[in-house]
């Protein structure tokens, strides 16, 4: 009887001591390189989250400590620290990186060592098969087919409907993969492709590729663009004297592209902006509050909440419901709780069902993202028409 007691007491200790530990999670974002400036606003809205959890006292009696590392915009690199972050410093949990090519390289990791891993930026999500990896954009299983769609349906909501289309793309595996199927769609709609053009991802001279547009003459140019390349693109239009009838860019950075007078009337994927309907939702304005303090004390140049203020915030919610859900932090048993629940964030429900002949965990056909225009110097959703913003419609 002694010993049973012994034991008991013992490992009551133990648990009280694990309790103390801080909870440790590891990611790696591209804190310098192309994917740098986009990655600053997800680094800005994990550390939201992890002061308000903590504020809170933690996940399950645990204080968070984020373990963070600078991938440098390099999946190699990316593996590499995903394996010291498992190996060397023991992290419990593991999130993703920004970007499809980075998360790829970490979910390998991942499925090596058995790890959950919630990723918010993965484009390609057909070659996914991995059965622990949980993606919290809010996006479709099948983007090639959902996102152009929902571009095309917003330009032909507009008073003047375009005709034709040039389609561009940085080599980037998710933007190429999200034009590509643009370009299927475009021709299936009636819409007359009168230019396909590729650049090398990095690329910094887009002098040659404005020249190719502007002798294309589209009525709409759909460019697969994320981070300063619709800057650059812009830029270099501007010098040859040309402004596109109407223009769409992927995943822009929000603040330097709305920076620019030539950017006007530019269009670009959403998940979250800061105005009704979604700012009504008291946790959505509790932490656009928080965003914009931190994101003006770290010196980004846009404070707002949008796409990816959004959707890295949303990653950390799900983390947070799944371990007060599942009451551990478990990986398979927070994957179970993910397959029998949805999570309720601040762009909206996500839900991971199980779809046959689909990737694990995705909505096919279904996604909450959303079409937003610049007006006047802000972004502002405009389709569909049900999310955009009071008074707004497509210009």
Do not use: C
Not at 163 to 191: C, E, Q
Not at 280 to 291: E, G, L, T
Request: glycine letters at 8%; zero cysteines; a positive charge.
């Amino acid at each position: 009887m002694k010993s049973i007691f012994l034991a008991a007491a013992l490992a009551l200790a133990v648990s009280l001591v694990h309790a103390q530990q801080p909870l440790r999670i590891g990611s790696t974002l591209s804190l310098t390189g192309p994917l740098g400036p986009t990655s600053a606003i997800h680094k800005v809205a994990g550390e939201v989250w992890v002061d308000e959890v903590n504020r809170k006292g933690g996940l399950l009696g645990r204080k968070v400590e984020w373990v963070m590392k600078d991938d440098q915009s390099r999946p190699d690199l990316a593996r590499t620290l995903y394996e010291q972050l498992l190996t060397v410093d023991k992290v419990d949990l593991i999130v993703g990186p920004y970007a499809t090519a980075n998360i790829l390289s970490a979910m390998g990791v991942a499925q090596r060592y058995n790890k959950l891993i919630l990723h918010n930026s993965f484009g390609t999500p057909r070659i996914v098969k991995y059965d622990l990896q949980f993606p919290t954009s809010g996006g479709s299983g099948d983007p090639e087919l959902v996102w152009p769609n929902l571009v095309f349906d917003a330009v032909a909501s507009a008073p003047r409907p375009p005709k034709t289309v040039a389609i561009l793309t940085s080599k980037f595996p998710s933007l190429h993969f999200i034009s590509v199927g643009a370009r299927d769609i475009a021709k299936k709609r009636g819409l007359n492709e009168v230019l396909y053009l590729e650049w090398e991802f990095g690329n910094r001279e887009f002098g040659p590729v404005a020249s190719r547009i502007k002798d294309a003459k589209p009525d709409l140019l759909f460019v697969g663009a994320t981070g300063l390349d619709a800057v650059m693109l812009l830029e270099a239009m501007k010098k040859i004297d040309y402004q596109p009838p109407a223009h769409f860019y992927m995943f822009p950075s929000p603040g330097p592209t709305a920076k620019l007078p030539e950017a006007k009337g530019a269009l670009a994927f959403t998940t979250f902006e800061e105005h009704p309907p979604m700012t009504s939702n008291p946790r959505a304005a509790q932490y656009v509050k928080a965003f914009h303090e931190r994101a003006k004390a770290a010196g980004l140049p846009d404070t707002a909440v949008d796409l990816h203020a959004s959707i890295s915030y949303s990653t950390w919610q799900t983390l947070e419901a799944a371990i007060n859900g599942a009451k551990s932090v478990d990986d398979k048993a927070l994957a179970q709780w993910l397959r029998g629940n949805s999570v309720d964030t601040i762009m909206g429900r996500l839900s991971w069902p199980t779809v046959p002949e689909g990737p694990p965990h995705y909505m096919m056909g279904k996604d909450i993202y959303k079409i937003k225009q610049l007006q006047e110097g802000k972004w502002l959703v405009v389709w569909p028409k049900e999310f955009a913003a009071p008074g707004a419609r497509l210009q």
